[in-house]
């Protein structure tokens, strides 16, 4: 068997005991899927994870940066109480349609609210409307521009929130201190603000899986 396989197959028998697909979320991906969005959501060990992380931080307010197909946000959305609200931004319209619809399906559509465009756009105009902050950020976007998306995840957020960002692996090659790749320069430029900064308190794990070798990082906002 190979090594792939066998992160396959604990995936799945993860998933089978722990994080059980309902109709929803199999919707959710058959509706991505038949709309042409790339299949990059999180697995659902994942996505079950990150759900019991907000529940855990017992958020009340979540931005993600990062939709596609609002997989990953509908587990966020189950975590928040009915008075809750979730905030995503997506960069693609078409993506936004299917996760606008997705979460209609899933009942977050009263609570959750899909905005579209540049996230770096869209985030500061979320910060002049001046919001309650936010609890839990879930960054999960392009790469390149992940220091920023840190850095206005600590403008919207408050001592206590937790920041998780995915993909902070890039197959290894985070190591690499020389790599032209921009996704890689971008992933170890938040790492490094995480670690460096005076207000953030934090770690990164490896993951392996039906997603291949990955892994999160995720940090405290402190006083």
């Known amino acids: 068997m190979s090594e792939s396989q066998l992160w396959n197959d604990v995936d799945d028998y993860f998933t089978a005991l722990l994080a059980p697909a309902d109709e929803t979320l199999a919707a959710a991906l058959r ?7 790339p299949k990059i959501a999180v697995a659902p060990n994942q996505g079950k994870l990150l759900q019991l992380l907000a529940v855990i931080q017992g958020a009340r307010r ?22 809750g609200r979730l905030v995503t931004f997506e960069y693609d319209a078409k993506h936004a349609e299917v996760a ?4 209609t399906r899933a009942g977050l559509d009263r609570i959750a609210e ?3 465009g540049p996230a770096l756009e869209s985030l500061p105009k979320l910060a002049e409307e001046n919001p309650e902050p936010f609890d839990f950020v879930f960054i999960d976007a392009d790469k390149v521009n992940n220091p920023s998306y840190v850095e206005w995840a600590l403008e919207l957020t408050r001592p206590g929130s937790l920041i998780v960002v995915d993909n902070v692996v890039r197959e290894g090659r ?26 953030l308190s934090g770690t990164a794990i490896q993951t392996v899986g039906s997603k291949g070798y990955d892994g999160f990082a995720l940090a405290r ?3």
């Open 31 to 37: 509706d991505s899927d038949a709309a042409g969005l």
């Open 62 to 83: 979540i931005l993600e940066i990062g939709t596609l197909g609002g997989y990953s946000t509908i587990w966020l959305g189950r975590a928040l109480p009915a008075d």
């Open 100 to 103: 606008r619809r997705n979460l």
């Open 114 to 116: 899909v905005r579209v």
């Open 174 to 199: 985070v190591t690499e201190a020389g790599s032209t790749d921009p996704s890689v320069r971008g992933t170890r430029a938040a790492l490094e603000l995480i670690a460096a900064h005076p207000r």
């Open 221 to 223: 906002v402190l006083d």
